[in-house]
């Protein structure tokens, strides 16, 4: 039987890490923003808000 080859495995393991580290951070010198999101959306997510609750505005009659 064959020995496991530690220093092979152990190698991909390190360029596998590598490669991540290097997508992560092509993606963040492309985003101006600092944005990270997991979906991939390109447009920021806003809660949302109820014209007719907003204190600021007084009601209308």
Do not use: C, F, I, T
């Amino acid at each position: 039987m064959a020995k496991p080859n530690y220093q092979y495995e152990k190698r991909q393991r390190e360029l596998e890490k590598k490669k991540k580290k290097a997508e992560k951070a092509q993606r963040k010198a492309s985003d101006p923003h600092g944005n990270e999101s997991e979906d991939g959306g390109d447009e920021p997510v806003e809660p949302a808000v109820d014209p007719a609750s907003n204190p600021s505005e007084p009601a209308k009659d």
